[in-house]
C-alpha cells in the first residue's frame, strides 16, 4: 500500500538523519540561550537564533528572518509557502531556555550535551530544543517542495514570559496565518505513548516583599516582641495553603474537576520523583490538582542563607510567587486576587508590598477540526498506538493569543518533553527515539495534511 511506502520511507529518513540531529542538538545545547541579560550575556540568545534561521533556511524554508520584538529578543519567522490551494501549517518551538541553576546539582556540563544510559542530557535538550531538532528532521525526511505551506516560528523569551511574541502576533498577525498550528513545546504522557495536550494551564507570578524594621537587630536582645520580617513572610505564605493543602486565595474557586482522562496517583509520584512516605498535597483527583485547579509555588525567597547568617532579626525578605491558573480563570483577575490576599493577610500590621509579574492565559485546544484527526492518524502511525490526551499544569501563554488573532488555525500541542525529561530542573534530557517519532509523526502528518 502507497501509506505503508510512504511511513517506511519517512521512517528511514527520519532515522538516517539521526545522527545528524544528535549533532545539532548538541550545537543548539551549546548555546547559552537563557533570555535573562542579568544572568547570561544575549550573544548566547543571537547566536541561537542564527543557527535556527539557518537550520530552517538549509531544510527548505525559503524566507526566514530574526524579527526583534518588543522585550528586545529575537523570533526566527519563516515562510515557504505551499502548493496552489494547499493549506499552511505553521510550526512553533522555542531556542530560549531555563537557567541551568546550580551547577552542581548537575552531573554533567549543563550546556554540553551528553549522552547516559540512553538519553541526552543538557539544558533545553527537550525543553525545547529537542523539538527544534524534531520540526527540522520532519522537513528533511519530507524534502521540499514541501505538500503544504510552512511557516516557522522560534521564539526568543519564552521561558521570560515578557511577551515579546505575543506581542508580534498581535501587531503583525499575517505572520502566523496558518490552518493549522503546530505547538511543539509539551510531551507525551510517558516515552512511546503518543500524546496530545488539550489544555494548559495559564501563570500569574508576583513579588511580595514584607518590611517590619528599620535594619537588623540582635536576636537575643530583641527577639520575641520584635516583629521578625521572615517569620512574617512565613505566617504570610502559608496563609495561601488550607489544612489539607490546597492552594487557597481568597476570591478564587479551587474545587474544579478535570473531565478527561486521569493521571495515577503512582504514577504522578513516579514522575515527579515524590520520596518514598511523603504524601500528596491538598484533595481531589490528580488531574484536578495538576490540570484543573489553581496552584501556588514559592520559586525562590530573598534571605540570609544559612552558611553566613547571623543570629539577628530580619527587617525584610520577600518571596518570588508563581500562580499557575487553570482553563477558565483569567490570569489578571487570578493575579488581582492574589495581591488583595497578600495584603489582606499581612500579620502584626506587616509593611506588604506586592509586585506584579508575568501574567498568561491558560488554554483549551479545539480537537474536533480535520487538522486534529489527521494528526492523530499520524502520530498513531508513527508510535504504532492510538493518539492519547492529557492535560497540562505548565503554562505556554502564546497559545490564546494565537488563538484569537489566527482564529481559523487548529492549534495541537505536542513534543518530547515526558515526565522523565525534567524540563526546568538539573540534568534535563530528552529520549532520542522521542524526537525521532515525533519528526516521522510530523513528516507523515505534513504529507497527509496537504493530499
Ligand atoms: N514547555 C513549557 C511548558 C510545559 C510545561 C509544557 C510542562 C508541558 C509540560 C514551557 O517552556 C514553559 O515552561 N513555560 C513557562 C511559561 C511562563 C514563563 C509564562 C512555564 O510554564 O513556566
Ligand atoms: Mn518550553
Same mark, same amino acid.
Given at each position: 500500500m502507497a501509506d505503508e511506502v510512504t511511513t517506511r520511507d519517512v521512517r528511514s529518513a527520519v532515522q538516517e538523519l539521526m545522527p545528524t540531529a544528535k549533532?545539532?542538538?548538541?550545537?543548539?545545547?551549546?548555546?547559552?540561550?537563557?533570555?535573562?541579560?542579568r544572568q547570561f550575556p544575549p550573544e548566547g540568545c543571537l547566536a541561537a537564533a542564527n543557527w535556527v534561521r539557518e537550520a530552517f533556511t538549509a531544510a527548505g524554508i525559503g524566507s526566514v528572518d530574526l524579527v526583534e520584538t518588543v522585550d528586545g529578543s529575537h523570533a526566527v519567522i519563516g515562510h515557504q509557502p505551499g502548493p496552489p490551494g494547499a493549506p499552511t501549517v505553521l510550526l512553533y518551538c522555542h531556542y530560549d531556555v531555563q537557567p541551568p541553576g546550580d551547577e552542581s546539582k548537575w552531573t554533567t556540563e549543563p550546556f554540553e550535551l551528553t549522552e547516559r544510559g540512553g538519553r541526552w542530557y543538557g539544558r533545553g535538550a527537550a525543553d525545547c530544543k529537542?523539538?527544534?531538532?524534531?520540526?527540522?528532521?520532519a522537513l528533511r525526511a519530507l524534502g521540499s517542495p514541501f505538500p503544504v505551506g510552512i511557516r516557522v516560528v522560534a521564539e526568543g523569551t519564552e521561558e521570560m514570559g515578557t511577551g515579546g511574541l505575543e506581542a508580534l502576533v498581535e501587531s503583525r498577525p499575517e =505572520?502566523?496565518?496558518?490552518?493549522?498550528?503546530?505547538?511543539?513545546?509539551? $510531551?507525551? !504522557? &510517558?516515552?512511546?505513548? %503518543?500524546t496530545a495536550t488539550v489544555t494548559l494551564r495559564g501563570i500569574a507570578n508576583v513579588v511580595v516583599h514584607v518590611e517590619t524594621l528599620a535594619g537588623e537587630v540582635h536576636s537575643g536582645m530583641f527577639g520575641?516582641?520584635?516583629?521578625?520580617?521572615?517569620?512574617?513572610?512565613?505566617?504570610?505564605?502559608?496563609?495561601?495553603?488550607?489544612?489539607a493543602g490546597d492552594t487557597v486565595v481568597d476570591g478564587l474557586e479551587n474545587g474544579q474537576q478535570w473531565d478527561g482522562v486521569g493521571y495515577e496517583e503512582a504514577q504522578f509520584r513516579t514522575d515527579a520523583g515524590v520520596l518514598d512516605g511523603v504524601g500528596l498535597v491538598g484533595t481531589g483527583a490528580v488531574a484536578d490538582r495538576v490540570?484543573?485547579?489553581?496552584? =501556588?509555588?514559592?520559586?525562590?525567597?530573598?534571605?540570609?542563607?544559612?552558611? $553566613?547568617? !547571623? &543570629?539577628?532579626?530580619? %527587617?525584610?525578605?520577600?518571596?518570588?510567587?508563581?500562580?499557575?491558573?487553570?482553563?477558565?480563570?483569567?490570569?489578571?483577575?487570578a493575579q488581582e486576587a492574589l495581591t488583595r490576599h497578600l495584603d489582606a493577610h499581612a500579620p502584626w500590621g506587616a509593611r506588604v508590598t506586592v509586585e506584579p509579574e508575568s501574567v498568561g492565559a491558560p488554554f483549551r485546544a479545539r480537537t474536533d477540526g480535520p487538522g486534529y484527526a489527521a494528526l492523530a492518524e499520524a502520530m498513531a502511525e508513527a508510535f504504532g498506538k492510538p493518539l492519547g490526551t492529557v492535560g497540562q499544569g505548565g503554562s505556554i501563554p502564546l497559545c490564546n493569543v494565537l488563538a484569537e488573532k489566527v482564529p481559523g488555525a487548529e492549534i495541537v500541542m505536542l513534543g518530547v518533553e515526558e515526565p522523565r525529561c525534567?524540563?526546568?530542573?538539573?540534568?534535563?534530557?530528552?529520549?532520542?527515539?522521542?524526537?525521532?517519532?515525533?519528526?516521522?509523526?510530523?513528516?507523515?502528518?505534513?504529507?497527509?495534511?496537504?493530499?
Open positions: 549533532d545539532e542538538l548538541a550545537t543548539l545545547v551549546g548555546f547559552r540561550s537563557v533570555a535573562d541579560p529537542g523539538n527544534i531538532v524534531a520540526h527540522l528532521l =505572520l502566523f496565518q496558518a490552518d493549522m498550528i503546530v505547538v511543539a513545546d509539551t $510531551g507525551n !504522557a &510517558a516515552v512511546g505513548e %503518543p520575641g516582641p520584635a516583629p521578625d520580617a521572615l517569620a512574617a513572610l512565613v505566617r504570610l505564605l502559608d496563609s495561601l495553603r488550607d489544612e490540570w484543573a485547579r489553581p496552584a =501556588l509555588t514559592i520559586l525562590g525567597i530573598d534571605c540570609p542563607p544559612v552558611v $553566613g547568617s !547571623a &543570629a539577628a532579626i530580619q %527587617p525584610r525578605a520577600s518571596a518570588r510567587l508563581n500562580l499557575r491558573v487553570p482553563p477558565g480563570m483569567d490570569p489578571t483577575v525534567l524540563i526546568h530542573a538539573p540534568n534535563e534530557s530528552v529520549d532520542p527515539s522521542e524526537i525521532e517519532n515525533l519528526a516521522v509523526a510530523e513528516a507523515l502528518f505534513l504529507r497527509s495534511f496537504g493530499s
